[in-house]
């Protein structure tokens, strides 16, 4: 009777396993069957094409989807403010058909990749960005104190956006734009 009692716990024990293992065989076959892995931190890739001065689209060498990338912890003007067309061309001439390094983040809520980007030197694409003072370093979802400096440095010495008086950051622009519809 023993026995019988502890073949039967050790099959209700094995039982809980068997299905954790088999769920975690799936989402390891699913991710792979998406292309790639979500736990991936980060990779390679070539930028095929910038929309805006912060949202890039590249391709992995080895894979044909193209993933669309939002640099992290920066805000750059919309294309129809002013330095809107220098953010979007300065990340061009930086990132344009170069292999980058893209440093996972999230997702965000319109299924973008938030990344860093870097170039292959090391260099911060989203560092360069805010030093050049063409973008705004946003605050409300990073706490890099480094980005923070880049940006206070490039309002100090006038460089870019910071150059005209109260510029207006992205995200009033964008809400005052739909207020208006």
Known sequence: MTANR???RDIKLAIPLFFALLTGLF???????NG???????????????????TIIVQQNTRAERITIRLADIDCPE??????????????????????????????????????VLLQDGTSVNGALLAAGLAWW????????????LEQDAR???????SIEDPIPPW?????????L
């Open 156 to 162: 100090e010495k006038k460089r870019g956006l910071w």
């Open 36 to 54: 790639r892995n979500k736990s991936e931190k980060s990779f390679e890739a070539t930028v095929q094409r910038v929309l805006d001065g912060d």
């Open 6 to 8: 502890s073949s039967r």
């Open 79 to 116: 294309k129809d403010q002013p330095f809107g067309a220098e953010a979007t061309a300065f990340t061009k001439s930086f990132t344009m058909n170069r292999t980058v390094t893209i440093r996972v983040r999230a997702t965000d809520r319109y299924h973008r990749t938030v990344a860093d």
């Open 138 to 149: 946003y605050r409300d979802y990073s706490t890099d104190k480094t980005l923070e400096s």
């Open 172 to 180: 009033v622009h964008r809400r005052n734009k739909r207020k208006n």
């Open 27 to 33: 989402l390891i076959v699913s991710n792979q069957a």
